[in-house]
């Protein structure tokens, strides 16, 4: 019998921190324990960069093969993105890897959508927005979003990995 989706990504979903649920995964830069990491990410434009550089050590310490790693790291910029300019804070980076699966699973949970779009908007011409989800999309197996309460949610997607050759 195959897995679903929702069985793979349950572990994930479940220690998510949340308004009612809060706290992190693991402490320190990619200390992948258990195969999950959370890490809170300021609603900056820099968030995007610094949640590529956290999910890139994180992929290293996984051994995640360089393809599948830069398929990742493309969707975590894209949610990250796409939080901070759409939503309000706080926003929190999620990766968690099934090794059996095959899968690294990435949420982003934000706080609830904004009332304006981010800065991003006005400093960007109109042709470099709009590709985030669509590259999401291409990219992953499956996405979707996790509603929580208070307003909050959880945007995830998933992603087949293979381990990197010794």
Known sequence: ????????????????????????????PGGAV??????????????AGAARAITRTVL??????????????LVVSELVTNAVEHALPPVTLHLYRD?????????????????????????????EHGRGLALVEVLATSHGTRPHPGGTATHWALLTVHEAPA
């Not at 979903?13 to 308004?19: A, E």
């Not at 290293?60 to 790291?73: C, G, I, K, R, Y």
Request: glycine share 10%; net charge negative; charged share 25%.
């Open 1 to 28: 019998m195959y897995a679903t989706v929702e069985d793979l990504v349950r572990p994930a979903l479940d220690t998510c921190p949340t308004p009612d649920r809060p706290g992190t995964v693991v402490s320190g």
């Open 60 to 73: 290293e310490d996984w051994h995640v093969d360089q393809d599948a790693a830069q398929s990742v790291l």
């Open 34 to 47: 258990g195969g999950a990491v959370s890490r809170a990410l300021e609603h900056r434009p820099v968030a």
């Open 99 to 127: 090794r059996a699966a095959e899968v690294v699973w990435v949420g982003v949970t934000d706080g609830g959508p904004a009332q304006d779009d981010g800065a991003w908007t006005s400093s960007c011409s109109r042709e």
